[in-house]
């Protein structure tokens, strides 16, 4: 064989080889980049009083890591916590607050409701009947505050309230099935808890983020 035509040993693999080594790498990274902003988040809601401000670092994390290829996001939800637990902490309290009365109402008109049977109080009743949407929209605007932080990064309480409000209205209906996917995933975790340190907070996180921030931009003026 003439140096002409001597093959050289170390050539590029083909295009097509690194394509799907490429996609399977990148498919690779999802399940990892959730898994460590899963556990930062962990680690930054220990004192329960901060989930909903650890959920806020890790949406923005995820937003950095989905629009900018920002691949350091362990540290990042760290970093994005720091910029903002001033600004989420009253959020933080005032969501364990209402999610606790929530929990305690719904308990209580539970035993009522059961003890009573089909004698049951027509004020009963229809405090059971309203804690219903009271509930879901508690928790689809818990869902929608994170992502609202991440779309508007120096924005205040007040406005990432709103934005988050606006983008629950814009989308009902996929929030609504984001919802029920979130709550099946919750049952999930009960089933197996081991998912709950890497995936419990990013997961629904992630979801809320690829439901309702697709596009950029705030609340319209």
Do not use: H, K
């Amino acid at each position: 064989m003439t140096a002409a035509t001597r093959q050289p040993r170390n050539r590029p693999a083909p295009a097509a080889t690194r394509g799907w080594e490429q996609r399977l790498l990148a498919a690779m990274a999802y399940p990892a980049n959730l898994a460590f902003v899963g556990v930062a988040a962990l680690i930054l809601a220990l004192p329960v009083v901060t989930i909903l401000p650890a959920s806020v670092a890790a949406a923005r994390a995820l937003r950095l890591w989905l629009q900018d290829g920002e691949t350091a996001v362990f540290t990042a939800t760290f970093r994005e916590f720091g910029a903002t637990w001033r600004r989420t902490l009253p959020l933080g309290v005032t969501s364990v607050a209402v999610v606790l009365l929530l929990l305690v109402d719904s308990v209580f008109l539970g035993q009522q409701l059961s003890t009573a049977g089909a004698g049951a109080s027509p004020v009963a009743l229809v405090l059971a009947a309203a804690t219903v949407p009271v509930a879901l929209a508690v928790a689809l605007l818990l869902l929608a505050l994170p992502v609202a932080a991440a779309r508007s990064r120096e924005g205040t309480r007040r406005q990432w309230l709103l934005e988050a409000g606006y983008l629950i209205a814009r989308r009902p209906v996929q929030a609504l099935l984001m919802l029920a996917i979130v709550v099946a995933f919750a049952l999930t975790c009960y089933l197996l808890p081991t998912l709950v340190p890497f995936f419990g907070l990013s997961l629904p996180v992630y979801l809320a983020l690829v439901t309702l921030g697709r596009d950029t931009g705030g609340t319209p003026s």
